[in-house]
């Protein structure tokens, strides 16, 4: 049985009687030899994570929307998925609106949210996601293990809101900790670990966001890529986080992992900022890396 969530419209306060929910999405994913696009081989769905179909891009990419019909996540809610991208294989996943974390009960679990995904040989694996809002009081953990195969890229970004802007709940959540590990042909390339706890660590301190209220991380790796070709990639994805860089309004930076990858950073005062920026550098990055244009997933309800 699925149970109904509050629409964030509704002013009820969020001390709900649901029972948390344990859920799991698996996706196995294939290129198809004869015709050379990637489709959706085999899937495994425990609700509310839904997928209903794979949509075939003009490149021969599977464009899949990871729908959770539960409207978003309550205290206790345990969320896990895993994707495979066999060999070769193009995959893009995007969700169909934002991650609502809703307030938990006082003896309520955090909301926790495991992603694993597993690229293979020459497959290439974009995770464009809408926003995370956490809600007021919401505590939110999320484990994300991303392994690469020799030619395997990865185009990966998350973006975080202060909350509910709308109604005047700015950096209100009680903690936000996401894990993150990328590895690279058995190399652990990339391992982050952050934990925001605003009533403790106010986010507003110049140390942190400062005037900021918007976060974005973007990760873009290809196992295999000689130095001097991510070198030449960061000159150029520096140029274009400089061109989308207004003091006060947006900040971006960009940084070179251990081997095999870049990371971006953006900052941002509003949320209309911040996904112009990272198209500009997934366009950019897409075309050094692939000599192919980035598609943007089209948005399903």
């Known amino acids: 049985m699925i149970v109904a969530r509050p629409a964030e419209q509704e002013v009820v306060p969020v001390t709900l009687l649901a029972s948390p929910v344990e859920a799991s999405l698996s996706l196995d994913?294939?290129?198809d030899a004869r015709s050379g696009r990637t489709v959706l081989a085999a899937s495994a769905q425990q609700p509310p994570l839904r997928v209903v179909r794979a949509f075939t891009l003009p490149d021969g990419a599977a464009l899949v929307h990871l729908h959770n019909v539960s409207g978003g996540l309550l205290g206790g809610d345990r969320l896990s998925l895993s994707v495979n991208a066999g060999a070769g294989?193009?995959?893009?996943?995007?969700?169909?609106?934002?991650?609502?974390?809703?307030?938990?009960?006082?003896?309520a679990a955090e909301t926790t949210q495991s992603n694993e995904i597993r690229i293979a040989r020459n497959a290439l694996v974009e995770y464009l996601p809408d926003a995370i809002i956490p809600f007021a009081g919401a505590r939110f953990l999320q484990r994300t293990s991303v392994t690469l195969e020799p030619g395997a890229g990865l185009f990966w970004?998350?973006?975080?809101?202060?909350?509910?802007?709308?109604?005047?709940?700015?950096?209100e959540y009680e903690r936000v900790e996401m894990k993150t590990e990328i590895a690279?042909?058995?190399r652990l390339i990339a391992a982050e670990h952050i934990r925001l706890e605003p009533r403790i660590r106010s986010l507003t301190s110049p140390a942190r966001l400062g005037a900021y209220r918007y976060w974005a991380t973007f990760y873009i790796c290809r196992a295999g890529l000689a130095a001097g070709e991510w070198l030449a990639a960061?000159?150029?994805?520096?140029e274009v986080a400089r061109e989308w860089t207004r003091p006060g309004e947006t900040l971006w930076g960009i940084s070179t992992l251990a081997s095999d990858g870049l990371i971006a950073r953006g900052l941002a005062l509003h949320g209309r900022d911040v996904l112009p920026g990272l198209h500009a550098l997934w366009r950019t990055a897409k075309l050094l890396l692939y000599d192919r244009e980035a598609i943007p997933p089209r948005k399903v309800n």
Do not use: S
């Not at 960061?234 to 520096?238: D, I, M, Q, S």
């Open 89 to 107: 294989a193009n995959v893009q996943l995007t969700t169909t609106g934002a991650t609502r974390i809703y307030r938990p009960r006082a003896d």
């Open 157 to 171: 970004w998350e973006i975080l809101a202060p909350g509910r802007e709308a109604r005047e709940e700015v950096f």
């Open 29 to 31: 994913f294939a290129r």
């Open 184 to 186: 690279a042909d058995g």
């Open 234 to 238: 960061e000159g150029a994805l520096r």
